[in-house]
Nanobody
Framework: QVQLVESGGGLVQPGGSLTLSCAAS????????IGWFRQAPGKEREGVSC????????AYANSVKGRFTISRDNAKNTVFLLMNSLKPEDSATYYCAARDYSGPSCPANYDYWGQGTQVTVSS
């Protein structure tokens, strides 16, 4: 059974840091492109970051560029999202998604989604 499980969310003060994890089971991540998305109440889901499978190329939304870092550990079948200098506007439910995709960059669509982990940035 293909499954993605996010963890690492929580409450953090502005300026703080969190590291989200996306653990895969039922498949090996090394062939998959992984994306992180977020959705705040009343807002549309937005792409935050992604990492390709073949070359490990990364991409970031302008709103998080320079603050967030995506990485993958294929041996652990896990992708991480390190979030620094967090702002209240980063508060949202964060989802990871996967697609079996060997292209050089990230795909536009994803096949598998996790259940999400809540991030709240507040003093």
């Amino acid at each position: 059974q293909v499954q993605l499980v996010e963890s690492g969310g929580g409450l953090v003060q502005p300026g703080g840091s969190l590291t989200l994890s996306c653990a895969a089971s039922g498949f090996t991540l090394d062939r998959y492109a992984i994306g992180w998305f977020r959705q705040a109440p009343g807002k549309e889901r937005e792409g935050v970051s992604c990492i390709s499978s073949t070359y490990g190329r990364t991409a970031y939304a302008n709103s998080v560029k320079g603050r967030f870092t995506i990485s993958r550990d294929n041996a652990k079948n896990t992708v991480f999202l390190l979030m620094n200098s967090l702002k209240p506007e980063d508060s949202a439910t964060y989802y990871c998604a996967a697609r079996d995709y060997s292209g050089p960059s990230c795909p536009a669509n994803y096949d598998y989604w996790g259940q999400g982990t809540q991030v709240t940035v507040s003093s």
